[in-house]
Nanobody, 119 residues
Framework: VQLQASGGGLVQPGGSLRLSCAAS????????AGWYRQAPGKERELVAG???????NYADSVKGRFTISRDNAKNTVYLQMNSLKPEDTAVYFC??????????????WGQGTLVTVSS
């Protein structure tokens, strides 16, 4: 089972990016999932989370700008980031609780994807 994050890059302030986090392998599906980020010299922080029912929560710093969503058919979670600011620069990681067996879940981390917001 793998969790693959993608979509990072360099963007100007005010721009947008969409991150994707896809689970692959022999799985039943993704339960809860979240996006975290870690800026240089700072601790990793939760940016956005989504429950198995689709309920979402966001860090105050990204509310109104970021949107987390999921496509259960594709076992993929997205993070749409709009109105990006230089302080959003960080390595972004996805995290997911994946149902690997009928009665067993496991937590996986994707590799980080770098988002740089700079003019």
């Amino acid at each position: 089972v793998q969790l693959q994050a993608s979509g990072g890059g360099l963007v100007q302030p005010g721009g947008s990016l969409r991150l994707s986090c896809a689970a692959s392998g022999n799985i039943f599906g993704i339960n809860a999932a979240g996006w975290y980020r870690q800026a240089p010299g700072k601790e990793r922080e939760l940016v956005a989370g989504i429950s198995v029912s689709g309920r979402t929560n966001y860090a105050d710093s990204v509310k109104g700008r970021f949107t987390i969503s999921r496509d259960n058919a594709k076992n993929t979670v997205y993070l749409q980031m709009n109105s990006l600011k230089p302080e959003d620069t960080a390595v972004y990681f996805c995290n997911a609780v994946i149902q690997v067996e009928i009665f067993r879940n496991r937590v996986f981390w994707g590799q980080g994807t770098l988002v740089t917001v700079s003019s």
